[in-house]
């Protein structure tokens, strides 16, 4: 293992800005989920059950709207949707503390569907401006980021709203988030690569990239998620079981810290391995974490599937970019996040049942299982999978 892939990709001009910025614009999006929910308990008095609801609102509206501003990108450019989910945020996060209870259902809603498009945009652009042999690690660094983001992002939503209240925690949301639509707009950086301007902007109709093979590698993209989310659950409930919640922020910080580490070897790897390996190995090595007895033994239980989270998330988006033609790239990551957004929200309610019931190491079992079973459902198609090349050529991919 080496660092030269890294140091290579960080060369690449405009590249270690954009990966910055990024980084940067992903924290108060990060941090917006959980200032709603404790914004609706503390400020409104509420309870969780009510602000689950603003959350799956919220949430709905991110996964309708994803794609929706990928394709608007991907036809018209990235600074319009920029302006137009830059103001709508602002406009949202300022008014929500002020409204009663319905109306934030439906402004999470609508500001959900107009979200700005970080994720999507940053990956879009990378693939962009990172030749293929090299969007590997670049990708690894994006997820790493993304980790580190979900690390500062949640814990400044709980000392802020705690702190200072959620009116001014939702006013430094949208002061964050028009400083990252800002930047993101005097940044402009390329969706298209000059070649792909020149060869591949063509639009291209989705018969051709929204494949079996493609919702199958969606399907692989929810499976990441739903586990992700619903260990983070049984992380919890094993640790209120133990009388030991103290130590839960700590327990899933050094989570976070495993799936750094594991990013950042299989960015240096000198060659890539398959998303279909990398999440069935995730949910076989979740699915048993439940037996091990006593929560200091479910922190090294949860090692090996840890040091997969950011590479399979990283392979998939690898994947994806090498899967679709550069003019429809916009749209297949928003649909991406789509997936991801999915996973999430399908993971809560279910999984959450499932530890009621039967305790946290059914969850972990749950969320093992369910990956291991979208893998083989998406295996077929995926062997029927194809790399679009830039004058509309393709060849066979291996399984």
């Known amino acids: 293992m080496t660092v030269e892939p890294y140091r290579k990709v960080l060369a690449l001009p405009g590249v270690r800005v954009l990966l910055f910025v990024g980084l940067l614009a992903r924290i108060p999006i990060t941090a917006a989920g959980l200032t709603l929910t404790l914004h609706v308990v503390h400020e ?3 309870g969780f059950f009510r602000a689950g609801i603003v959350g799956a609102a919220s949430t709905l509206g991110v996964a309708l709207g994803s794609p929706v501003a990928g394709r608007f990108v991907d036809r018209y450019g990235l600074r319009p949707v920029l302006v137009v989910t830059t103001v709508a945020q602002v406009g949202f996060w300022f008014t929500a503390p002020h409204l009663s209870y319905w109306p934030l259902v439906a402004g999470a809603l609508v500001g959900g569907a107009l979200s700005l498009p970080v994720f999507g945009v940053v ?14 690690p670049a990708f690894a660094l994006d997820s790493m980021l993304v980790e580190v983001s979900y690390m500062v992002g949640p814990a400044a939503a709980v000392a802020g709203v705690t702190g200072a209240g959620g009116l001014w925690t939702m006013g430094a949301i949208a002061v964050g988030l028009l400083a990252a639509g800002a930047g993101l707009l005097m940044l402009n950086p390329p969706t298209r690569a000059e070649d792909e301007e020149e060869t591949g902007g063509r639009p291209v109709p989705r018969r051709v990239w ?12 929810f499976a990441t998620t739903f586990i992700l989310s619903a260990t983070e659950l049984g992380i919890v409930a094993a640790l209120k079981a133990d009388g030991a919640e103290t130590w839960t922020g700590l327990f899933i910080a050094v989570w976070c ?7 950042f070897v299989y960015g240096a790897l000198p060659r890539a391995v398959s998303p279909l390996v990398m999440v069935a190995l995730m949910g076989a090595l979740t699915a048993p974490v439940g037996l091990v007895g006593g929560w200091p033994w479910l922190a090294v239980a949860l090692v090996p599937a840890g040091l997969l989270c950011s590479p399979a998330l990283s392979s998939t988006i690898d994947t994806l970019s090498r899967w679709v033609p550069s003019s429809a790239r916009g749209e297949a990551m928003g649909l991406h996040g789509t997936a991801l957004t999915l996973g999430v929200a399908a993971s809560g309610p279910t999984a959450g049942s499932v530890i009621d019931a039967h305790g946290a190491g059914w969850g972990f079992a749950l969320a093992g299982t369910l990956g291991v079973v979208m893998v083989l459902l998406a295996l077929p198609a995926w062997r029927t999978a194809r790399v679009l090349e830039p004058e509309g050529e393709r060849e066979p991919v291996a399984a």
């Open 123 to 136: 990956r879009q652009c990378i693939a962009a401006m990172v030749p293929a042999d090299q969007r590997r």
């Open 257 to 263: 810290l495993w799936s750094l580490v594991g990013g």
């Open 210 to 221: 929204l494949t079996p093979a493609t919702f199958g590698l969606f399907g692989v993209v």
């Open 44 to 46: 409104l008095q509420l």
